[in-house]
């Protein structure tokens, strides 16, 4: 699976105010946007945000493409049902974010805090996980076969009607998960894994 990375490259340093004004186009911010300012219907494209607090960002309606978020606070940030192309998330603390109905195409997520996260009904294309902490994070009716998971903690994450067959999940971090025997049918494991989800739908196993 090849991900496309974001085109942005020696973008100026932009403040809020000139980024609304830009239309959310082209620049580097560094600082937490005020709470009185409303992005609204608009596609953010061709940005880097490094280090800010995103808590109160106002955003109604808009989409992220050609980003790289990096070591932003992201808690309980919602990308309902928007499209996400071309992004990177680097060390990014997503805890509870909502990806509901979402669009994710060629997105990388590295090093983040995927706890509780929902991505219900998101729709993947070339999406990877790498070294995430996704403990408790929802998945359901989704379709994974271009997801990649590597060095992950999907400690009690839930997939529902989301089938892992042929997904890779042995570098993974899993003490236990909520998973129906029709979803993790066919998938890739560790000997270890196998066991404990063998355990987690009624097998018993004597030493």
């Known amino acids: 699976m090849k991900i496309k990375e974001p085109l942005v490259h020696d973008v100026p340093p932009l403040s809020w105010e ?11 911010i560094k600082t937490n946007p005020k709470k009185s300012l409303l992005f609204e219907s608009l596609t953010f494209d061709s940005l880097k945000l ?14 992220y493409t050609n980003i790289i978020f990096s070591h932003c606070q992201m808690m309980n940030f919602t990308f309902e049902g928007r499209y996400l192309g071309r992004i990177v998330f680097d060390s990014c ?4 974010a909502k990806f509901i109905l979402s669009s994710l195409n060629d997105v990388i997520f590295k090093g983040c805090n995927l706890s509780l996260a929902n ?37 009690e994450a839930v997939f529902f009607k989301s089938s892992l ?16 025997l029709d979803d993790i049918k066919g998938a890739i494991l560790n000997s270890e894994q196998a066991i404990g989800v063998a355990r987690m739908i009624g097998v018993k196993i004597k030493d």
Not at 56 to 61: I, L, P, T, V
Not at 130 to 152: A, I, T
């Open 18 to 28: 000139e980024l609304l004004s830009s239309e959310g186009k082209d620049g580097l």
């Open 50 to 63: 490094e280090g800010i607090d995103l808590s109160d960002f106002n955003a109604k309606g808009c989409d």
């Open 93 to 96: 603390n997503l805890l509870g």
């Open 119 to 155: 991505f219900a009904s998101a729709r993947f294309k070339n999406v990877s996980f790498d070294g995430c902490r996704m403990n408790q994070s929802f998945f359901e009716s989704n379709d994974l076969k271009s997801v990649k998971f590597m060095d992950d903690e999907l400690n």
């Open 165 to 180: 067959k042929d997904i890779d999940l042995s570098s993974c971090k899993i003490s236990s998960m909520n998973v129906g």
